[in-house]
């Protein structure tokens, strides 16, 4: 409940903040199955469009472990269904705790495989836990403004569900594996942004 509660929070804010937003091929996004949603992480409020604009369905998602060391914030978070992760020395609850979750509730995972907003390089997480756990990876998009003052300015924020990304055929998650399935989700990224528009170019802010 606390989780549905934040969420319509949260859109009301954004709608306050912006109301420009457009939410497009829901239609793709997998039904009554839990699954991984994936994107390029671009902006630190991306995470709360994508978890309004996949609505109804709930998500968990990674923290940095810092941020629970706040018992306000930790209270918010661990309610919101995040858990926490060490950036610097992942240990194996990184894998089990989201494997876990996508197994035995009802919780889609939310995750930014690149790790940072400064950073294109895929991890291989994301292909290990959607392996174990037996869910589909779903590719998404955000473009719109990248900073506080743009997103102010009302102006417009496009989220771009895709298709399910193929990776029956990965046998291994080796190094070969790793670069075949960072090259299908970049490749979906890609068109995701040039479907929106084409003459998209991301910069960080």
């Known amino acids: 409940m606390f989780y549905i509660f934040m969420r319509g929070l949260v859109k009301g804010i954004l709608f306050l903040a912006n109301g420009n937003a457009h939410y497009e091929n829901k239609n793709l996004l997998p039904q009554d199955e839990n699954y991984i949603l994936v994107a390029p992480h671009r902006t ?42 060490k950036r610097d020395n992942p240990g194996p609850s990184t894998i089990k705790t989201p494997v876990k979750l996508l197994r035995n509730t009802d919780l889609s995972l939310l995750m930014f495989p690149s790790g940072t907003r400064h950073s294109s390089e895929l991890k291989g997480g994301t292909v ?6 037996k869910v589909r990876i779903v590719p998404c998009v955000y473009q719109g403004p990248l900073t506080l003052k743009d997103l102010f300015k009302r102006k417009r924020v496009t989220v771009r569900f895709g298709e399910p990304v193929e990776l029956g055929d990965i046998k291994k998650t080796d190094e070969a594996g790793m670069q075949i399935v960072e090259q299908r989700l970049q490749t979906a990224f890609d068109q995701l942004d040039k ?8 910069e960080a802010k």
Do not use: Q, T
Not at 128 to 133: T, W, Y
Not at 195 to 202: K, L, T
């Open 44 to 85: 630190w409020w991306e995470p709360l469009y994508l978890a309004v604009a996949a609505g109804p369905k709930k998500f968990a998602f990674m923290a940095k472990e810092e941020l629970f060391k706040n018992p306000i914030l930790r209270f918010i978070l661990v309610h919101a269904n995040a858990f926490a992760v």
């Open 128 to 133: 290990v836990i959607s392996r174990m756990a």
């Open 195 to 202: 479907e929106i528009d084409p003459n998209f170019h991301y």
